[in-house]
């Protein structure tokens, strides 16, 4: 029986970050996973790997599409698929070897295998067990498969499958239009697929607002990419996805499908229900304001309790859980956790939108700003796209942000600092911005809450 | 001295008893009402105790403690909880308090604090451990007292330029308002037997009721809850516990008047001028609010009568608005006494033997010693500084 001050189940990024700051304030930790390189999710199979394949098709996109604006004559490009995973594939193990090379160098025990619970302070994982005071559930996040669509893992997929594809699919269709059917379906497009993104709701990322997502999906649209919102998909039979639109029954040929409605919490296989860990209604780990479980000694961090499923938020959880453990003060703000979507241009935001504001009945102040008008995007020929800073209006603190733009997700970090300290959009505006960056437009939208934008009427 | 007992609450059938792991609190703190004390931990769950009621916390047990249900754990002296008045609420404890001020001040409350003269460093910060945010000085540049000067620049003592003649002197004739209140201010001084008695007073209880409520009475009378209201509620507050200021002296007779009309100094460019509110007892706070704003601005224009001047039993005058730190305010002959107001400054004081950093402001009672004794000056003055620390009091007539 091995024996640690704290044990975490699960070495993504919210358990190896736990894991790593628990090391730091000097707990013996072991640090579980399935997988056989750490990292979980994001670095194996989500966040990591589609940003690389992000990167490299955009590549493809600026060498086959603009190239010639900037004067260079490339003749006709071909694309080495298996080159292009390739590297996919080395950036995701660079990364978990350096996440295995810290743990390692923080002496943590990093065990292999399927976990679950033998008592609230016991683990089983195989024929092992571990014991400790305090344990973290870090099991993170599945893809939700839809009962009528089951994933076959050749035509009817999910992200897990959509980053791997060993050719590039004639037509692909993508069911879900939020951040990560966009951004597959972005990648096989620019490798030449034919792709129909199909969302149910009235707009593709629906939380965002009403004119960021206007203008995001005529963008979208002028790439290839066709929209169709308002569809409820019914099946796939025939080659073809079938949906319904009102009465207006609608096909969508399709050679391979991506399923990416969503992620659900994964607690498979952890024999929770025998230590009396319950669950909510929507399956995730139940807990307490301080990420507490109903067991005692049991936490819980990241996709598999409520609140964004965001990397960073799983992060944020790690920390403040291993801080609480050692006794020291921890703090998560999920209020202000930013959230982007990675295609081209990219969108983030921040807080409150207008319509989310308007909705809680507050009065607000809005500025916005063009990319166009932005002396560094034009020259980077990065004109599409415009920032957004909601402020209330009688005080003028900033309630939230929108981007739309080349980089949008480093450009809302400012917005967030300024919002961790109750900065009103004057604060903003009255902090020096360098010349001639994109940073500016936010800077400029910041100056628009009180119309005294200077590059824009 | 009423002892709050603080129990185990009931935490459910099964459960006879736990472990207190930790208190929120230290020893002898001032609590505020609901502010989590400690952590119980059961064998089913881990939850917090809270206060009841504000005041000053003895322990009884310590932490780590085994405890039953029921069982009183602490007292609370709420009478401590009078002394303490609550403090806007920063975000955390006094460490990152210190550090917000250190921090230095958001580009818009620099701009904010040029343009207005407020001090950042007097209003209490509603941002990250305790900041002012610009939102924090807009407040306050709306609530600045109703008694307004033109601007805190266009103080008195500014010299303007000799004429291009190279005269070194210019003469002038003193206007008649002036030369009346000259006249008048050397015979209170000569006919009473003038002198001034101070006291302190905590804003942070007026500060916060303001910063609660003046959405709703703006939204209900149109106009802004500012500070003269609580300072006129709490003199009347006083006079009626001290009804020895709320008399004359006429020949050899003693007068005492059973009305509360109180004259609000009002500095304008002719001078200075003490038009009265009438019955400021039967007035609410909206009226006081109107009352002065109507006066200040008859004042300003020109257009007080002497019918506006005379009749008050006492006066206010507020010095603060100049940044006036403490002073010693001349008596508006026929009264008997005058209360100085002066700047809120952000101090630290000691309370219940922790330093505090609160926004404090001087009070100054000049009184006529013929007539009012020092007991009796020191009481009323006593009596003012408690209604404003603790408006609760006005409401109660304690």
Redesign the interface.
């Known amino acids: 029986m091995d024996s640690f001050d704290l044990i975490v189940i699960g070495a993504g990024p919210g358990g190896y970050v736990c894991a790593f700051r628990a090391a730091q304030l000097g707990l013996a930790v072991a640090l579980i996973d399935k997988r056989a390189t750490l990292g979980g999710t994001c670095l194996n199979i989500g966040c990591i790997p589609s940003k690389a394949l992000l990167h490299s098709s955009e590549h493809l996109a600026f060498a086959q599409h603009h190239a010639a604006e900037h004067g260079l004559k490339l003749g006709s490009i071909e694309i080495d698929l298996a080159a292009l995973m390739q590297r996919k594939d080395a950036v995701v193990a660079k990364l978990v070897g350096g996440v295995a090379q810290l743990a390692k160098a923080r002496k943590i025990t990093v065990v292999t295998g399927a976990a679950s619970f033998d008592s609230a302070n016991t683990i089983l994982v195989g024929e092992q067990k571990l014991t400790a005071k305090n344990i973290v559930i870090a099991t993170g996040s599945a893809p939700v498969e839809l009962p009528f669509l089951k994933f076959d893992g050749k035509t009817v997929v999910s992200s897990d499958d959509a980053i791997a594809f060993d050719s590039v699919p004639k037509k692909l269709v993508v069911v879900g239009g939020g951040a990560i059917g966009l951004e597959l379906g972005s990648v096989w497009s620019r490798l030449g697929s034919d792709v129909t993104v199909v969302e149910f709701l009235p707009k593709i990322i629906a939380t965002y607002d009403d004119d960021i997502v206007r203008t995001f999906t005529r963008l979208l649209q002028k790439q290839g990419l066709k929209i169709e919102t308002g569809a409820k998909v019914t099946g796939f039979a025939a080659g073809a996805l079938t949906a319904e639109r009102g009465a207006e029954k609608l096909s969508f040929p399709a050679d391979k499908v991506l399923v990416a409605v969503g992620r659900r919490p994964f607690t498979d296989g952890l024999a929770l229900d025998r230590v009396g860990i319950e669950l909510d209604e929507k399956k995730r780990v139940k807990v307490d304001a301080r990420l507490?479980t109903?067991a005692?000694g049991v936490w819980a961090i990241g996709d598999v309790v409520a609140g964004p499923m965001l990397a960073h938020k799983a992060e944020e959880d790690g920390v403040a859980v291993a801080e609480w453990i050692a006794g020291k003060a921890g703090h998560v703000n999920w209020d202000l956790v930013p959230a982007i979507v990675y295609t081209d241009p990219e969108v983030a935001s921040i807080g409150l939108g207008e319509e989310g504001a308007k909705a809680k009945g507050l009065a607000v102040a809005i500025g916005k700003f063009n990319f166009a008008a932005n002396a560094r995007a034009i020259a980077a020929g990065n004109p599409d796209g415009f920032t957004k800073i909601i402020a209330?209006a009688?005080?003028?603190?900033i309630l939230g942000a929108q981007i739309l733009g080349h980089n949008a997700g480093e450009l809302i970090s400012e917005v967030v600092t300024h919002m961790?300290?109750?900065?009103?959009a004057?604060?903003l505006a009255?902090?020096i911005h360098a010349h001639p960056t994109m940073t500016e437009a936010v800077k400029e939208a910041a100056l628009a809450v009180s119309k005294r934008a200077i590059h824009a009427l | 001295m009423p002892l709050l007992e603080v129990k185990i609450p009931p935490m459910g059938e099964s459960i006879s008893s736990g472990v207190l792991a930790k208190w929120h609190v230290a020893n002898g703190a001032v609590v505020k009402k609901d502010q989590p004390l400690f952590e119980l931990?059961t064998d089913k769950?881990?939850s917090e105790g809270t206060a009841e009621s504000a005041g000053k916390i003895t322990f009884k047990i310590e932490a780590g403690a085994e405890v039953k249900i029921g069982q009183v754990v602490a007292t609370i002296d709420t009478d401590a909880a009078a002394a303490a008045a609550p403090t806007p609420p920063p975000v955390a404890t006094a460490t990152p308090e210190a550090s917000a001020k250190e921090a230095p001040p958001?580009?818009?409350?620099r701009?904010l604090a040029a343009e207005t003269g407020i001090d950042p460093a007097t209003i209490p910060g509603?941002?990250?451990a305790g900041?002012v945010?610009?939102?924090d000085m807009?407040?306050a540049t709306e609530a600045q007292p109703a008694a307004p000067a033109d601007s805190p620049a266009a103080a008195p003592s500014v010299v303007k330029p000799a004429p291009s003649t190279g005269e070194r002197q210019t003469r002038k004739k003193m206007t008649p308002l002036r030369a009346r209140i000259a006249q008048r201010l050397v015979a209170a001084q000569q006919e009473a037997a003038m002198l001034t008695t101070f006291n302190e007073a905590d804003m942070s209880a007026v500060i916060a009721l303001r910063a609660k409520y003046q959405d709703d009475f703006v939204k209900k009378n149109g106009l802004k809850l500012g500070f003269m209201s609580f300072f006129a509620k709490a003199v009347v507050h006083a006079l009626r516990e001290v009804p020895a200021v709320n008399a004359q002296l006429d020949g050899d007779s003693i007068v005492e008047n059973h009305y509360y009309d109180i004259g609000v100094a009002v500095s304008t460019d002719r001078g200075l001028m003490v038009p009265v509110i009438r019955d400021c007892d039967t007035l609410g706070m909206a009226g006081i609010e109107k009352s002065i704003a109507e006066a200040a601005k008859r004042a300003r224009d020109g257009k007080i009568t002497l019918a506006d001047l005379e009749g008050g039993v006492f006066t206010i005058t507020n010095g603060g608005i100049f940044g006036s730190m403490l002073s010693t305010p001349i008596i508006n002959p026929p009264q008997s006494a005058i209360l100085g107001l002066h700047a809120i400054n952000e101090r630290p004081v000691a309370l219940a033997g922790q330093v505090v950093i609160r926004p404090m402001m001087y009070l100054a009672l000049s009184y006529d010693h013929r007539l009012i004794d020092g007991r009796e000056a020191v009481t009323f003055l006593v009596k003012v500084k408690q209604a404003i620390e603790d408006p609760a009091r006005l409401l109660l007539s304690i």
């Open positions: 507490r109903t005692p209330d009688k005080t003028d603190k961790e300290y109750g900065g009103s004057e604060d009255r902090t | 931990e769950i881990t958001s580009p818009a409350v701009r509603t941002g990250k900041r945010t610009k939102g807009l407040a």
